[in-house]
C-alpha cells in the first residue's frame, strides 16, 4: 500500500488511510441464491467497532484473537475501549 499510497499522494494529493479491526469466534454464514455470502455474529459486530475505533494504520483485535496470536505475533495492549453495545 505505501508504494500506491506516496504515487496518490504525489501525483493527486490523495492520501490512504487504512484501519482495521480483526476478532475471533463463532459466525454464520448465509447467502441467498444467486447473491453473496453474509456473515453474520457477534464477532462480525465487535470486528467492526474495532476498525471505527482504531486510528490510521492502526490494526485493533480481539482479546481471543490476541491469545491465539501470542508467541507467533507481536501485540501491544492498548487502554480500555468503550465499543457500542458492548460492556465488556
Same mark, same amino acid.
Given at each position: $500500500?505505501?508504494?500506491?499510497?506516496? =504515487?496518490? !499522494? ?7 488511510? #487504512?484501519?482495521?479491526?480483526? &476478532?475471533?469466534?463463532? #459466525? $454464520?454464514?448465509? =447467502? =441467498? ?11 462480525? &459486530? ?16 480481539? *482479546? ?8 507467533? !505475533?507481536?501485540?501491544?495492549?492498548? =487502554?480500555?475501549? *468503550? ?6
Amino acid at each position: $500500500m505505501r508504494p500506491l499510497h506516496c =504515487e496518490l !499522494a504525489r501525483r493527486w494529493d490523495v492520501r490512504l488511510e #487504512v484501519r482495521t479491526g480483526i &476478532n475471533t469466534g463463532e #459466525v $454464520m454464514v448465509t =447467502e =441467498e441464491p444467486g447473491g453473496s455470502p453474509s456473515v453474520l455474529g457477534d464477532p462480525v &459486530n465487535v470486528a467492526q467497532r474495532l476498525e471505527g475505533a482504531a486510528r490510521a494504520g492502526q490494526v485493533l483485535i480481539g *482479546e481471543q484473537t490476541a491469545r491465539l496470536l501470542r508467541g507467533v !505475533a507481536r501485540v501491544e495492549p492498548i =487502554e480500555e475501549l *468503550e465499543l457500542k453495545g458492548k460492556a465488556d
